[in-house]
């Protein structure tokens, strides 16, 4: 026991990175940067079944297969929130955040999925939400489809079917005219093509190399589409903005060796500008090296055509600019190698990309196994996106740290230092146009397949508690800290 407790102690040493006085970035964040945390619909409300709520595909799949979550655990009751706004805002005003980002739970709002019926009470639970949050200073920053979609949807395809465009849009304008008078900013999409649609998470469509392709390609169209409604009908009047998040890591080429700078060079394509080369980039539509990639493996697999949908001209114009800020979600970084051409025996996206990924064994760790400290990263991350995407605002929608949920979570703090501070040179050194900054979570949740095993809260949560306690952790207080001082604030004195 003793050993046990002595060697986690040592790892304890090992892995977290430390910040000495020196090393305190001093900058100010700029005046009207604004600080704010995150959560999705699924992973904190619970509620799944109450008061007229349609079952997601997330709920649908808890149930169905508990053993493909880690802790076979689901989110029926999760943080409980759908019961707490009162509590949960006042928790976000004791944090003094500028915004808070939350999602919509589209079956909450339209059970089937469908605008034929509206839900009342999902109506009165968004709008005593957002007016809570207004009430207190507090700006609603709403993610309309963060991967919970309605398992009714589902059955017709998700998104890999073009109706979905004008089903989100139905949705999106129920969302617009009942809260948007209160919502400074909407996130079309928390994206996730890669994961539910090219593996077995949900919805598990698990048919790499041609799903993936078909929810992207449905994606940007109907992000573009929702775009314009906000545009032409309610930017006006409720003189909001829209964007949507991309899922971000940087990628970082494993030697100096030419081949492994263009797997990198892949890497980021492939993984970050699939999603954004369409909206952000001054060419639009996809990237040419997904393109060609794509239709090189296509055309060896005996496919007529590449599996990679073509937008049509028409098509990338009205995709193009269509966005009032870049959503990026960023937590670590990834090193890149080439790997050899794999047989010409089936689809899948692994083999389009063609890469080998690692990590720096020396990069602190944290409790999730992807997840490693690297800040640098976020800056170098941060500086190809305004390189390459003529340096559009750039809201950071997530950037957090895993552990077991301690309170004492000097991991995270550390983590939060150390990012903060490469946002900070970004901004400052590089002129980067990052605008705000979202922690990624709030609450500690449920944290999709690794259940409740992985804590990435600045609250603590007692999921053993039919009350769902929730109590600050040390970063909590730090994280206060930061926003009211515009700055890092480690105690000079005082190592974390
Ligand atoms: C809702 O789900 C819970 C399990 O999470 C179940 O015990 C309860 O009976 C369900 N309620 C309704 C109204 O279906
Ligand atoms: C997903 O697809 C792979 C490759 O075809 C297969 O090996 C795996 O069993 C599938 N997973 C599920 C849950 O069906």
Known sequence: MTVVLLSTFL?????????????????????????????????????????????????????????RVRDRSNADIACDSYHKIKEDVALLKELGVDFYRFSISWSRLLPTGHVNYINPDGIRYYNELIDE??????????????????????????????????????????????FGDRVPYWITFNSGCDVGYGTDQPPGINQSGIAEYLCVHVTLKAHARVYYLYDKEFRKTQKGQIGMTIDGKWYEPKTD????????????????????????????????????????????????ISRLPQFTPEEIDYIKGTYDFLGLNIYTTNLVSDREEDPFDEPSYEKDLRIEVTQDPSWPTSNADWLKVVPQGARNLL????????????????????????????????????????????????????????????????????????????????????????????????????ISHRRLTVDLKEEL
């Open 257 to 304: 060796a030419k081949e492994d700078i263009e797997a990198a060079t892949r890497a980021r394509e492939f993984l970050v500008g699939w999603m954004m080369h369409a909206i952000y980039h001054k060419d639009g539509g996809y990237p040419q090296v997904v393109k060609d990639r794509i239709a090189y493996r296509s055309k060896h697999e005996t496919f007529p």
């Open 11 to 67: 790892l304890f040493l090992l892995t977290t990175s430390r910040i000495h006085s020196e090393d305190l970035n001093t900058k100010y964040f700029p005046e009207n940067f604004l600080f704010g945390v995150a959560s999705s619909a699924y992973q904190i409300e619970g509620a799944w079944n109450e008061s007229g709520k349609g079952e997601s595909i997330w709920d649908h799949f808890t149930h169905k297969h508990p053993e």
């Open 133 to 178: 949050l207004v009430a207190n200073g507090i700006k609603p920053m709403v993610t309309l489809n963060h991967w919970d979609l309605p398992l009714n949807l589902q059955k017709l395809g998700g998104w890999t079917n073009y109706f979905l465009v004008d089903i989100f849009v139905d949705f999106a304008r129920v969302a617009f005219e009942n």
């Open 383 to 482: 500086n190809w996106l305004k390189d390459n995407y003529g340096n559009p605002p750039i809201i950071i929608t997530e950037n957090g740290y895993a552990d077991k949920g301690q309170l004492d979570d000097t991991g995270r703090m550390n983590y939060y230092q150390l990012y903060l501070s490469a946002v900070l040179d970004a901004i400052h050194d590089d002129k980067v146009n990052v605008i705000a900054y979202t922690a990624w979570s709030f609450l500690d949740n449920f944290e999709w397949l690794d259940g409740y095993t992985q804590k990435f809260g600045l609250h603590h949560i007692d999921f053993d508690d039919p009350d769902r306690p929730r109590t600050p952790k040390q970063s909590a207080k730090m994280y206060k800290d930061i």
